[in-house]
């Protein structure tokens, strides 16, 4: 790997959970040289003093967090700029940075949907930059690698939609389900629910409770729906269902769909999930009968994926696992960075 | 409470959790004698030194664990035995102390299912005491108090059954929603599997994991569709999907159905649930927009109950929270001895 | 208990853990009406809104939080406060209840200490009611039953120092062990932190993290010391590294000391606190050799005390364990209310 | 890392908590060809088969386990072998393959002691292969660099031992502390406690516990002992409470001892660690008044140590935290392994 060119990279909003992954993940990237790590509340601060368990880190004790202005940042010589800042804040640092011609990786929701008004109805906000919104390329990088490699700006994917979309485009895609019958139910570590001081989130509220939320219109159904519409060719509505449960990192997600008349088999929902994912690298086929498990895959850019058919009901059961801040957030931006660079998609994530 | 007449009361495998559960609620109720609490491997020792937990609870030093034959047991003067032993076991006890005219809370499957073929079908073997599964109730209080309360064998619902009973049947029932469209997800606490040592129940297999497992034919689906296509008058079938999540106590449950068309307005749903469950002491209804959360039902005899509309697909959502081993077990036992006994239904449990 | 008088109770400042835990016991003591709840963020909503894990409880469902002034609250007829307040806010609640007449039990730091020089010294503000420090007594039931049978004021002890002084106070006042030799290692669950929200705080910054903190003086450091020099007739300095684990209630305490010459057998220890423990109902002697575990004194008043000797250093290591907000605070308080209540000490905690 | 030669290796006992962790670290080693994973229970079986978290990792796919004699694993051409068996097992594959040349490294505790009589007096049984003692280096690499570069075989400290004697030996040997004032609490991970089906291992009993146990004579005392003494050139004795603490993976430790006259400024203390530890790229010194967390360390071969002046008793008080089967397990072995290369300490580690 040595032979790697290194980019000039920023993350921008480093000390959240998904900065945090981020970090950890560039520091070690032979293709990567992190020039630049910004937080406003951490300003002036060292790395390694706001977030001790760098120390040591190869890179990490030389770090600064700055807090530039957006232009000060544009023009600082970086090629591409990871944002890990709320929705609505990450689309103030994207135009500036476009514009300067600087490429966008952004973890946030805010360049994910094709059309303003859907983000108007479920983010209750009018977007702030809707002219972007035909640049941005949805950064799934199983589904849309050469689109990703060609992208200025890149809207990687919430944590929950990535957990649904990689079982369910495919077999959508291909008719095999009834796609208006579709149910989702997922889990999600506490970390998804940020790094803010929230009584909600403290520790002793958290362990020992389950407990859904976000009904009945969570923002993520938003860019789930986008993409299972055009996978299906027609519009597509879904039931989702968020859960808190007390794990730090994860998210385990588990569908439920009838099956179309046209799947008589279960090999062709076999088959149809192996063509698409045969060549990709991180997302792992449990098989029919296999069951994944989020600690299985904590701390990787992998998504397991298994499946059931219930032949009482003649339903199909799709359950996944993902580290909702690596393959959800941060370690999925990455995969986007390095198809972007056209080198290994593995590269600093296996 | 100080006049309530104490029946002599036997705990039948009281080392597991619903048995140690069991024995927290009947040391303190003042209507039992607890004269006799089995186990087989801790035959002669004292309950404190197995169960330390219990050292100093009132009427608990003075117990020891013994190990009757049935026999023995049956004509020791109990007049009560709850049964807290693993399913084909149970029916070995239940049908001698039936006979010596014991009245039996069996806390197994092994009476639940009105059919023999149906236990064939799902616990895959025989059925060792088909003639009693006729007099044996299925002792959901809010469902059954009366037949609960001249029953001689009453069988205790399992943990998933109640959870998803007591949301659904007065909606299967009444026919507001479209009973061949229920999906379930539940998520179990660790304890629900039991308290036998297996390597996937370590905590270090357990911590920072969310599985699913159990596809597609969980045991206590049998009793589940037994139960709705009675409410329903109509064969039912539904899909289950149990998980695994890092809690010792507590079933989180979330059912997705279609309205039917007769439901034209969430205070129909409002109504029908508020109709059963106006006088039971231990159901919650959390009403539209409401959340359950199993920390709020921990060490507790509720079943919180919540719902959501969904218009954009016309599906209800309904979450409900129980503890596993209380209203899952132990403590719904209880509820049912009261019953029989014609005591408050609380007695013992708020 | 039918036969007890009931006293009218207020629980100020009702929402943190302790609060909340209070509640818990005072909704179901015999003993107690529960007239008034008072939280400022709170005030005017129903207890059960705010805190639905209460709801159907006993009691519970028309109890509002009020925000009244405490010269309102004294003169509302109420018997007995308990203040589950900040230091510091508590004091200025306490005084003019003390002066109306009012019974105060206070579950914060303000009346622990007896002299306002080591307040000073330890909280790093003036004592605000000097003159009540004399009134006051340090609330440890099984050590001062007689002055709190009597007290108008109770300072009720912090969580560390009563799974540290229960052990130690009969050993160090019988002088087995050196008493300048005394190293104390305690971890506590994060609900001791208070239910406050603060990124530390958080379950994704508690789960999987072992953290010592509070070092070299820790505030509980200053009760502590005060009674052991008591105890000792001498003045008592010791080590106290208090540490955070990933549980919600608990606190298991370790400590070593080295046993004095006049100690030469292990069943001294054992004489020593069986004498002062022996007619306690909530002190449970493990015995030489035994382990206490947090996990079997949860949501309990018990503290567990177990001891070993290492013969090759010649030091006892006493093990004690309790549950930081029953013992260690809620549960504790409501001990000495039953004692000055003249009541069996066990109302309302068994 | 391109050009680092490879060597063959074997794993033997790749199932346990630390054989899992060392499969981890070597599969991405650049120096390590593992051609061997042995396993008595897996025979046969896939890798990924067995441990499907490692499913598309690099080199895992086509891995099987084997259960091979020691004489076919002796002649089978690896040239390390890595035991991660139960003590008394390790030494019977450790002779024959340390007699045919294959470098052992030992993670049991069957080496680590330089006296055959000290390990009948703390494991009960006599020495499987005394001879063996005297060529067995104790692979603390921070200390014994030099040694374990030229070992044959190297006994790898325990996961308590590394947390205790890297903080202590600079301050021992120095004799700035006293060291017969040594007291150690530490708490550990379940994980800690090895991969085998017992009850008090399973989640339901670890969760919301914390507890101390084996004392007052654990095993690794005799190792930390022999060390210290060693460091000390007078015999030392310690006090050692090891307590379980419900996370996966890490240890706390906090050691406590008395300053000696020679001290007489915290800048000695810290001129001490530093002077060993400039050079040592593990071992973070976190300086006066810093604190460790375990999470910090969690998959890391880390050791963090803070500490902290206690000017009132005239004590040290010493913190650390490491990740037990990284630092104190699998991640510790592979340190000495690279030296034993003679490639970079931190090869695969970072």
């Known amino acids: 790997m040595s032979d790697v060119e290194k980019a000039k990279v920023a993350v921008v909003g480093a000390s959240g959970y998904s900065g945090i992954e981020l970090l950890r993940i560039l520091l070690k990237h032979p293709g990567v040289d992190l020039t630049t790590v910004t937080s406003r509340q951490n300003a002036g601060k060292s790395l390694v ?46 135009v500036p940075l476009f514009e300067a011609g600087v490429k966008v990786i952004d973890l946030s929701a805010d360049f994910r949907l094709n059309e303003a008004s859907v983000y108007r109805e479920f983010y209750d906000k009018v977007h702030p930059a809707p002219a972007l919104l035909k640049e941005a390329v949805y950064g799934l990088p199983e589904i849309r690698a050469k689109e990703i490699a060609n992208a200025r700006i890149v809207a990687s994917p919430g944590c929950y939609p990535t957990s649904m979309l990689l079982p369910l485009i495919p077999l959508v895609r291909s008719g095999l389900i009834e796609s208006n019958t579709i149910v989702v139910n997922s889990m999600s570590g506490v970390s998804g629910a940020g790094r803010s001081a929230a009584i909600p989130l403290l520790f002793a509220e958290c362990n020992e409770s389950v407990r859904p939320y976000g009904l009945p219109r969570h923002r ?77 895959v904590r701390q990787t850019n992998f998504v397991d994926i298994g499946w059931h058919h219930d032949p009482r009901t003649k339903r199909l059961v799709l359950t996944s696992a993902e580290d909702n801040l690596w393959k959800g957030a941060a370690a999925q931006s990455v995969q986007s960075f390095n198809l972007m660079r056209r080198i290994d998609e593995t590269t600093g994530l296996l």
């Open 49 to 94: 003093e706001v977030l001790p368990q760098f120390k040591a880190y190869p890179g990490a004790d030389g770090l600064k967090f700055t807090s530039p202005s957006v232009h000060e940042l544009a023009k600082s010589g970086i090629e591409f700029a990871f944002l890990a800042l709320p929705h609505g804040v990450a689309a103030e640092y994207a």
């Open 220 to 296: 993520h159904l938003s860019e789930v729906e986008q993409e299972l519409t055009i996978a299906a060719r027609k519009p597509v509505k879904i039931t989702f269902i968020p859960h808190l449960v007390p794990i730090t990192q994860g998210i385990c997600t588990t569908i439920v769909a009838e099956l179309a008349p046209r799947c008589t088999s279960m090999s062709q929902v076999e088959a149809v999930l192996e063509a698409v994912y045969r060549n990709a690298p991180f997302v792992r086929l449990l098989g029919n009968g296999g069951f994944p498990d989020t600690r299985h």
